[in-house]
């Protein structure tokens, strides 16, 4: 009975984001494959693993819509922290009051249970991209690809249906669980504390503490599957051993600051948006919105849509750990 559930459940989600991709009718008999395949419950990294690392293989949805359907994401790497991790405090006093805490997010969304932060685990994952949209961006050098495009605006939606998906399973498997950046009580972002413009959770930092990766000059976070990525993540009332950070420094995978070389991102920034004092996300903001009218009137992407990613392409540390 759970089990039909869960089952249906899923295609509805899958359906509905499916026909919204105009993929619904090519899509009925993987989805429902796969669906057959899902888990009935997760309950360890293991299990939480799989789960996330087949929806990505075979969701449809992860898909850039182009006419060759190409996949926005290749594999992911998943990684746990603690709730009462200290570094999460740390986050919050150093980036500002406005910044969530787990067990902030997960009362938000909880007022009703009772929940300390050591009993929460954080589940944080990274989506590479694939080497055919880094190597359409890598050619590039003022104008950004379609295909990076494409991938950062239907890549991102499927992520937030991921992010879903993986609350959604904890949850019908007894762990109430919350994935931060779509929750309702997140706003886009705010502009105080020391470092301007900044989310109420970060994705970058949730995956930090979850020992995927550290910040490179241009602040994107290299991982053993390089930069081109995007990161996302989901807290949970579960105890899911952490995963070890092999990093003492925020900095250790990133040529610049380890060994004084490299700044290619600085070159291949598009926006004179990185130095050597690292990076101005005001400069990129403004950079990326310059990329909304081509995205929208050249290439038809729907109102909103942009890219840029030169400093994740081209770059040494691009799909691997440079140092
Ligand atoms: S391109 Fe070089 S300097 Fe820039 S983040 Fe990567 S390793 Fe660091
Ligand atoms: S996203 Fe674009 S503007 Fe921003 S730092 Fe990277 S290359 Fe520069």
Redesign the pocket.
């Known amino acids: 009975m759970r089990l039909e559930v869960n089952r249906r459940k899923f295609l509805r989600i899958s359906a509905k984001t499916a026909a919204i991709a105009g993929l619904a009718g090519a899509a009925r008999n993987p989805l429902e494959a796969f669906a057959s395949e899902t888990p009935v419950k997760v309950g360890d990294a293991a299990s939480i693993t799989s789960l996330i690392t087949d929806y990505v293989a075979k969701a449809p949805t992860n898909s850039i819509r182009n006419a060759e359907n190409e996949k926005a994401w290749d594999e992911p790497l998943v990684g746990f922290s603690r709730g009462d991790d200290p570094i999460y405090q740390f986050y919050k006093e150093d980036i500002g009051s406005f910044y969530w805490t787990p067990i902030e997010i997960f009362k938000l969304t909880f007022p009703e249970i009772t929940a300390k932060s050591d009993e929460l685990s954080i589940i944080s994952w990274i989506l590479p991209h694939t080497e055919s949209i880094k190597a359409d961006l890598r050619k590039q050098t003022k104008t950004p690809s379609e295909k990076w495009i494409r991938a950062r605006t239907y890549g991102g939606q499927f992520i937030d249906e991921l992010c879903r998906y993986v609350a959604d399973t904890l949850i019908k498997s007894g762990y109430p669980a919350v994935a931060p950046s779509v929750s309702k009580s997140n706003q886009i972002a705010t502009n105080g504390g020391k470092y301007g413009m900044a989310s109420q959770w970060s994705e970058r930092h949730a995956a930090y503490a979850s020992g995927l990766g550290t910040f490179?000059?241009?602040d994107?976070l290299?991982t053993p599957k390089g930069?081109a990525i995007r990161c996302a993540s989901v807290v949970a009332r579960i105890n899911v051993p952490p995963t070890p950070r092999p990093y003492k420094d925020h900095h250790a995978?990133?040529?610049?600051?380890a060994k004084g070389?490299?700044?290619?991102?600085?070159t291949?920034c598009a926006g004179s948006a990185?130095s050597s004092s690292g990076h101005d996300k005001k400069a990129c903001a403004a950079q990326c919105m310059t990329t909304n009218q081509y995205a929208e009137k050249q290439l038809g992407m729907p109102k909103g849509a942009y890219g840029c990613g030169f400093?994740q392409t081209g770059?040494?540390?691009?799909s691997r750990i440079?140092?």
């Open positions: 490179g000059l241009c994107g290299i930069k995978y990133c040529l610049h600051y070389i490299c700044g290619m991102c600085i291949r990185v400093c770059v040494p540390c691009e440079p140092v």
